[in-house]
């Protein structure tokens, strides 16, 4: 009798939920910067497509997370220096009208007075995959990378908005990656569920980006 070996199949959706916890623990272990980019980049473009199978308008989502909360704290230069520094924030600083200005620094200004204008879809995926598919293409685009628009905790966060757009629920990596990231970008517009995530953002918010990472890292591995 030959001994036959059953075949084991996975799914996309715990391929993209496998990928992802992997690069955020990549990120919180300062791995080569390409290599994150390059499993966050699989993670989006997996997730965007299950995301476009269902009819959900990921980019949407996406571009309102914690916008409005971010522009503020821009507006009152609340923002940390190497937030401030990065190519994507002065370009959008730099767009921003004097009314724009004004409104975003007034105490009275809401979230339901605040209007986003519907981004360009295809445009949004467009910029969004292009430094990845720099990464796994030398047909497309031969010539070298630039290596100032490899934002990684960018692209890990979009990976996140669509994730959830998904319906599926945060691993602990995934949570904690949030929780990094709003201190990183001094993000106040988040959903807390647990008093003590409010207290972990602003012990994180005073620590620099590299001993952010390694808390972060050692909260993963202390329920491993």
């Known amino acids: 009798m030959t001994n036959q070996v059953a075949a084991v199949f996975i799914t996309k959706i715990e391929v993209a939920r496998r990928q992802l916890n992997a690069a955020i623990r990549m990120h ?104 990845f598919n720099q990464l796994k293409h030398a047909d497309r685009n031969p010539g070298p990378i630039k290596i100032d628009e490899i934002n ?24 904690v990656f949030t929780l990094y990231s709003h201190a990183s970008l001094s993000l106040r517009d988040f959903p ?4 003590e995530d409010e207290k972990t953002v602003e012990a994180l918010r005073a620590m620099d980006d590299a001993m952010r990472r390694s808390a972060c890292l050692a909260i993963i591995e202390s329920i491993d």
């Open 28 to 131: 919180f272990m300062n791995m080569d910067e390409l290599a994150v980019h390059t499993v966050a980049g699989a993670v989006l473009n997996l997730a965007k497509d299950l995301a476009d199978k269902r009819g959900i308008k990921s980019a949407e989502s996406a571009n309102k997370l914690g916008f409005f909360e971010f522009l503020r704290d821009l507006a009152l230069d609340k923002l940390p220096e190497r937030t401030k520094n990065l190519a994507w924030v002065k370009k959008l600083a730099s767009e921003l009208t004097q009314d724009h200005l004004n409104f975003l620094r007034s105490p009275n200004a809401t979230i339901e007075q605040f209007h986003v204008a519907a981004p360009d879809t295809k445009k949004f995926w467009s910029d969004t995959k292009a430094s």
């Open 152 to 175: 990684n905790l960018e692209l890990l966060s979009k990976c996140l908005g669509v994730y959830s757009d998904l319906g599926l629920a945060f691993d602990y990596e995934m949570h």
């Open 192 to 195: 807390w569920d647990k008093k």
